[in-house]
T-cell receptor, first 111, second 115 residues
Framework: TQLLEQSPQFLSIQEGENLTVYCNSS?????LQWYRQEPGEGPVLLVT?????EVKKLKRLTFQFGDARKDSSLHITAAQPGDTGLYLC???????????FGTGTRLKVLA | EAGVAQSPRYKIIEKRQSVAFWCNPI?????LYWYQQILGQGPKLLIQ????????DSQLPKDRFSAERLKGVDSTLKIQPAKLEDSAVYLC?????????????FGQGTRLTVV
């Protein structure tokens, strides 16, 4: 059973455009993480959000955790080809650091 | 700081054969995870260890998959016998325990192809 649904599943945009990726669940998470995964590599952590309503910024990336801690979004401003990859959200429902991954959003940024 | 090491990187086997994967986590990391990532999907947790004890193996197909973490450090994941649907990347990750939202560090994974 997949607890975390991500949308869109695929996204192809031109360099310089903005985009938002969503991560939704019916479960409440004690913490939620966003990862980026490149082909042939393991996922790499981008950010962890813990508090409902929390907003974190990482250069051109803005992450938001929903007030009810059931959803999150990742916004990329002025996308670059280097942003290409699989974006994964992962949530911990039990506080035991057992992270359930979402379905993933595959992003391609065209030069 | 050395990352999570996994071997082999690639493995091709015939169905019904056995295979084993090895993982060496980051030194001092108490928690170790094995994930299965089928092409085009997010990783699925197979088993979670805390030191050498199993915390969660509810998603592990125990009729064919087994995992151990002797001495609470290295871990091995075994599949016996393999099926075609086991073709996937097997990712190992480790993390410290104690703070909310602790970061999990992933290895590069082992890509298994069952033919």
């Amino acid at each position: 059973t997949q607890l975390l649904e991500q949308s869109p599943q695929f996204l192809s945009i031109q360099e310089g455009e903005n985009l938002t990726v969503y991560c939704n669940s019916s479960s409440v998470f004690s913490s939620l993480q966003w990862y980026r995964q490149e082909p042939g590599e393991g996922p790499v952590l981008l950010v962890t959000v813990v508090t409902g309503g929390e907003v974190k910024k990482l250069k051109r990336l803005t992450f938001q955790f929903g007030d009810a801690r059931k959803d999150s979004s990742l916004h990329i401003t002025a996308a670059q080809p280097g942003d290409t990859g699989l974006y994964l959200c992962a949530g911990d429902t039990s506080g035991t650091y057992k992270y359930i991954f979402g379905t993933g959003t595959r992003l391609k940024v065209l030069a | 700081e050395a990352g999570v090491a996994q071997s082999p990187r690639y493995k091709i086997i015939e169905k019904r054969q056995s295979v084993a994967f090895w993982c060496n986590p980051i030194s001092g990391h108490a928690t170790l995870y094995w994930y299965q990532q089928i092409l085009g999907q997010g990783p699925k947790l197979l088993i979670q260890f805390q030191n050498n004890g199993v915390v969660d193996d509810s998603q592990l197909p125990k009729d064919r998959f087994s995992a151990e973490r002797l001495k609470g450090v290295d871990s091995t994941l075994k599949i016996q016998p393999a099926k075609l649907e086991d073709s996937a990347v097997y990712l190992c990750a480790s993390s410290l325990r104690g703070t909310p939202g602790t970061e999990a560090f992933f290895g590069q994974g082992t890509r298994l192809t069952v033919v």
